[in-house]
């Protein structure tokens, strides 16, 4: 299969997103089987809750700590190409997620050192060069998937070659093998599915870094 045979797939995620984490991982579990092509785009959980009040401290940190993964993501993009975007979101969310670092320096410059990137990218982090590029990529996810919605999105091939775009899957841990194919192929038939919108059910666990 060459790549233009490739399906292809699009993830809008936040660094700082544990769920977002979790699906990135199920989706490259089923690439292995599916023969997706991932396009890697972020979003920013401190641009979508802009100007709320009522969120917890937890969340409101985001504000602020969540601006630096997305920029560096963004930077390493412009300057070294697509193909730096998925590498370097899997060396960030080992390090935020399954090492527990968070989104601080240490994370980001050991993600940069693994993803084979240049380690002042890290400058580009405490500055605002790329926020409308982070601002124009989570504006692009937000127009396919529709208001109301957090990170990830995902779009996917409809069945007359468009995308539908969906907030989630939110699972956790992340599906492997058999499971994985399993779970692509129900949201392929959902995706197919006209007017279909939304499925959804209360969290009763967080998010299992195996």
Avoid at 60 to 86: C, F, M, N, Q, S
Avoid at 145 to 162: R, S, W
């Amino acid at each position: 299969m060459s790549a233009a045979e490739r399906i292809p797939v699009d993830l809008w995620f936040d660094p700082v997103c544990p769920w977002a984490w979790m699906t990135s991982r199920w989706l490259l579990e089923v690439a292995e089987v599916r023969r997706l092509d991932i396009r890697w785009h972020v979003m920013s959980l401190a641009v979508l809750n802009e100007g709320r009040e009522d969120l917890p401290e937890r969340y409101r940190r985001l504000l602020t700590e969540g601006w630096a993964p997305v920029r560096l993501v963004v930077a390493a993009r412009h300057k070294y190409g697509e193909d730096v975007v998925g590498p370097l979101y899997t060396a960030l969310g080992e390090r935020i997620h399954r090492q527990g670092l968070g989104p601080g320096r240490e994370a980001l410059a050991g993600a940069l050192a693994e993803a084979g990137l240049p380690g002042d990218l890290l400058d580009e982090t405490g500055q605002d060069t790329w926020d409308d590029a982070v601002r124009a990529s989570h504006q692009e996810g937000i127009d396919l998937v529709g208001e109301q919605v957090g990170t990830p999105v995902l779009a996917l091939p409809g069945p007359e070659g468009d995308r539908r775009a969906f907030f989630g899957p939110v699972v956790t841990p992340a599906p492997k093998g058999e499971a994985a194919t399993r779970l692509w192929d129900g949201l392929l038939l959902l995706a197919a599915t006209p007017g279909f919108h939304e499925l959804k059910r209360t969290r009763t666990q967080g998010p299992v870094f195996d």
